[in-house]
Nanobody, 119 residues
Framework: VQLVESGGGLVQPGGSLRLSCAASGFTFSNYDMSWYRQAPGKERELVANITSAGGSTNYADSVKGRFTISRDNTKNTVSLQMNSLKPEDTAMYYC?????????????WGQGTQVTVSS
């Protein structure tokens, strides 16, 4: 199982970045996908998630209207378009895959990609 994030970097406030996560080793279309982030000294927090078929999305209040999560089940990828970036968006961003059909539960994490918003 692999989740490989890409697209992070340094961007000025007000700028945009697009993060991507390439998945392999599991049936991607069965999994809900999420992006989390963790800033230094803070707990990891949910940024956005999208259901397995892409029919429903959810966002943290802090990113609503600025970030958009999407997925392509034909390419096994999930993306996070981030616009109007703020310094407080600076964090390591992680891709997460989750499948739960009790009693089965599978959760996978990527290694993360760093996003730094600074002038």
């Amino acid at each position: 199982v692999q989740l490989v994030e890409s697209g992070g970097g340094l961007v000025q406030p007000g700028g945009s970045l697009r993060l991507s996560c390439a998945a392999s080793g599991f049936t991607f279309s069965n999994y809900d996908m999420s992006w989390y982030r963790q800033a230094p000294g803070k707990e990891r927090e949910l940024v956005a998630n999208i259901t397995s078929a892409g029919g429903s999305t959810n966002y943290a209040d802090s990113v609503k209207g600025r970030f958009t999560i999407s997925r392509d089940n034909t390419k096994n990828t999930v993306s996070l378009q981030m616009n109007s970036l703020k310094p407080e968006d600076t964090a390591m961003y992680y891709c997460n895959a989750r499948y739960q059909l009790l009693p089965l539960k599978y959760v996978y994490w990527g290694q993360g990609t760093q996003v730094t918003v600074s002038s």
